[in-house]
Each structure stands twice: as structure tokens, then as C-alpha cells.
């Protein structure tokens, strides 16, 4: 497996992940949705846009946008950016962004190159190092975006469990391809 491909995999796995995430919190009430927790982002409902931030903001660097935002991101920070304004307001709106987003993942996933790998994006830190232009080859921003969705998807998980959901989205990599594995060995 080249190393292209193996990072087209995580991302796969990424956005399997993400769609049974989403799946489950569409089986929550509201209150569960925007119970406080300790861990996370604070709810399963801000833990679930923070993922989905991450995801977007990463993509629009990968494509050149050295200072991507969310609408909503950064209230108070940037000019004219208000407290929720433009924030993404419903599940079914957050299912709908996110499906769009992944299509634009698989077209940029689809043109990645080993060579692309080694080079640098710039992105404006919107974290530590607030502000400042920071380079990161292509490829551990790749990994990173996997890795961050990894961790918070176990914390939205724990949240999940605290919540009371007995059926717990399926999340492990091994599941999906034991999932595929099934498909293929039927169509064969």
C-alpha cells in the first residue's frame, strides 16, 4: 500500500466513523444532544460541530486557504463576527454541511500525489500560536486531521455512554473492513 493510499483510507475511515456519529445523534433528544459534560468540547452537540470545524477548516488550508473560519467560528475575534452568527443551528443542517464537505474531501483525496506529500501547507493558527502562519507539510496535516478525529470521536462516544445510548456507533477501523470484507465475500 503506497502511502497515498493508506492516507486515503484513513480518510475513509474517518468519514464512516462521521456518518454512524451522526446517525446515533440523530437518535437523541434535544436535552441529551446539549447535555453539559465535563470532557470534549462540553456536549456531544458542540464536540460534533468542533469535529466538523476541524474537518472544514483543515480541507480549505490543504486547498490554499491560509485562514480558513466556519461560519460561527471565533466569536467576538474577527471583525463583524458575532456570537452564533451564521452558525450552523441543526442536526439535519450539520448532516447536510458535512455530507457536502466530505464530497469535496473525496475530490481532493482523489487528486493527492505521493510528491504532494513533502510539501508545505500554511495555515493561520487559530489555537496555540493564535495568529501566527504556521507550515505543515501535506502529509501530517493529512494524518492530524484523522488523529484529531479519532480523539474526539472517543470523547463523543464517552459522551454518548454517560448519555444513556446502549447502541454505540461503530468506530474501530477493523469493524469497517470486517464490514466490507462481508460485502465483497456476497457479491463473489
Known amino acids: 500500500m503506497t502511502s497515498v493510499a493508506l492516507i486515503q483510507r484513513l480518510h475513509q475511515h474517518r468519514r464512516w466513523v462521521n456518518e454512524n456519529l451522526l446517525a446515533t445523534a440523530k437518535s437523541l433528544s434535544n436535552e441529551q444532544l446539549h447535555r453539559s459534560f465535563q470532557i470534549g468540547q462540553g456536549s456531544i452537540w458542540k464536540s460534533l460541530l468542533h469535529l466538523y470545524a476541524g474537518e472544514f477548516v483543515w480541507l480549505e488550508a490543504l486547498w490554499g486557504d491560509e485562514n480558513p473560519l466556519t461560519p460561527g467560528d471565533m466569536p467576538g475575534r474577527l471583525p463583524g463576527n458575532q456570537e452564533g452568527e451564521g452558525a450552523i443551528a441543526s442536526l439535519p443542517e450539520l448532516a447536510q454541511k458535512w455530507a457536502k464537505l466530505d464530497e469535496r474531501w473525496a475530490l481532493y483525496l482523489a487528486d493527492l500525489s505521493e510528491k504532494s506529500l513533502d510539501e508545505v501547507v500554511y495555515k493561520v493558527s487559530t489555537s496555540s500560536g493564535f495568529g501566527r502562519r504556521l507550515g505543515t ?10 488523529t484529531h478525529a479519532q480523539y474526539t470521536t472517543a470523547q463523543i462516544v464517552n459522551m454518548l455512554r454517560h448519555a444513556g445510548i446502549e447502541k454505540l456507533p461503530d468506530t474501530m477501523l477493523i469493524t469497517l473492513a470486517r464490514q466490507e470484507a462481508d460485502v465483497e465475500s456476497r457479491t463473489t
Not at 507539510?137 to 484523522?146: E, F, G, S
Open 137 to 146: 507539510r501535506r502529509a501530517d496535516v493529512l494524518l492530524h486531521v484523522c
